[in-house]
């Protein structure tokens, strides 16, 4: 049963910066893709970021190109989200899902995910 636990959400004011964790349990994740997702009141969850847990390789949603950056730390099974110059608009949960299909932007390339984190960014 995978376990997905996301951490590090808060209010923070915009131009700032936070780093969301998400720690992984359950699977050998070598195989596997991780990523963020965030939905906004009134909205539809979007994709934020992703990262191939072998190798490394990532993409982003344009919207978060140059500000966020994800990353993973293999030995202890855990993704980070490093989110800077953020804005009002960044405002939602954050959710932090897996999944076996490469550079899929949907929801349902992810098959397991986390309760989520919530970002607030005050202007």
């Known amino acids: 049963q995978v376990q997905l636990v996301e951490s590090g959400g808060g209010l923070v004011q915009a131009g700032g910066s936070l780093r969301l964790s998400c720690a992984a349990s359950g699977r050998t994740f070598s195989r596997y893709n991780m990523g963020w997702f965030r939905q906004a009141p009134g909205k539809e969850r979007e994709f934020v970021a992703a990262?191939?847990?072998?190798?490394?390789?990532?993409y982003y949603a344009d919207s978060v190109k140059g500000r966020f950056t994800i990353s993973r730390d293999v030995a202890k099974n855990m993704v980070h989200l490093q989110m800077n110059s953020l804005t009002p608009e960044d405002t939602a949960v954050y959710y932090c899902a897996v999944g076996v299909s490469w550079m899929v932007m949907t929801p349902t390339g992810y098959d397991s995910w986390g309760q989520g984190t919530q970002v607030t960014v005050s202007s």
């Open positions: 990262i191939r847990w072998s190798g490394g390789s990532t």
